[in-house]
């Protein structure tokens, strides 16, 4: 199975950036991916990373270390609609994804 | 319909009832998954489906079974609920199973066992 960490709250000024870090432990790794989930939605898909090293994607960008057992999403030039919780999944060897508890982002004018 | 459907958009259920949350999606992909989403546990698998007529075990699968039968079904059964299934759920599905292939996941489906 896998042992995914990442911060429970981080608060962040409109127009700043943002960092939230996951940490995993996993029997056979097989990609990491970061979700969006506002508030009574669904998650909806954000970045992918198999690879070691950062994926750009507009505003967010997501980074992988492979050896370190760590990710991390990046948000930058932060919007209110930012406001959600961040859910960092890993897949293993089974094509499974387990996921993280979340991180809440909330965004401040 | 559009991605993914799930039925209904919320229950409550007394204890011992048998329950189905249906779901349903039209992009033709051969992966569904059902999980619960807890508050402080984030997402955690039920049971998933590879492709139509198999299906597996995933985190959580006790008092819940699956079954696929097609493409684009994927219904959930709680056999007789319980109050610690009290929850929500989601249905995801992904093309395939490797490489870079999102889960797509449906708008949930709010349960509460009484």
């Known amino acids: 199975g896998q042992n995914i960490d990442q911060p429970t709250e981080m608060t962040a000024t409109e127009g700043a950036i943002v960092q939230i870090n996951c940490t995993y432990q996993t029997s056979g790794f097989n990609g990491l991916f970061w979700y969006q989930q506002h508030a009574g939605e669904a998650p909806t898909f954000l970045s992918y990373n198999v690879l070691d090293g950062l994926e750009e994607k507009g505003r967010f960008s997501s980074f992988l270390s492979r050896s370190k057992g760590y990710s991390y999403l990046l948000l930058k030039e932060l919007q209110m609609k930012d406001s959600a919780s961040y859910l960092c999944a890993v897949r293993d060897r089974d094509y499974k994804l387990s996921f993280g508890a979340g991180t809440t982002v909330t965004v401040r004018a | ?114």
């Open chain 2, 1 to 114: 319909i559009a991605g993914i459907t799930q039925a209904p958009t919320s229950q409550i259920l007394a204890a011992g009832r048998r329950m189905t949350l249906r779901c349903t999606q039209d992009m033709r992909h051969n992966a569904m998954y059902w999980y619960r989403q807890d508050l402080g546990l984030g997402l955690r698998l039920i049971h998933y489906s590879n492709t139509a007529g198999t299906t597996g075990k995933g985190e959580v699968p006790d008092g819940y079974s699956v079954s696929r039968a097609n493409t684009d079904d994927f219904p959930l059964t709680l056999a007789s609920a319980v109050p610690s299934q009290t929850s929500v759920y989601f249905c995801a599905s992904s093309a395939t199973l490797g490489g870079f292939n999102e889960q797509f996941f449906g708008p949930g489906t709010r349960l509460t066992v009484l």
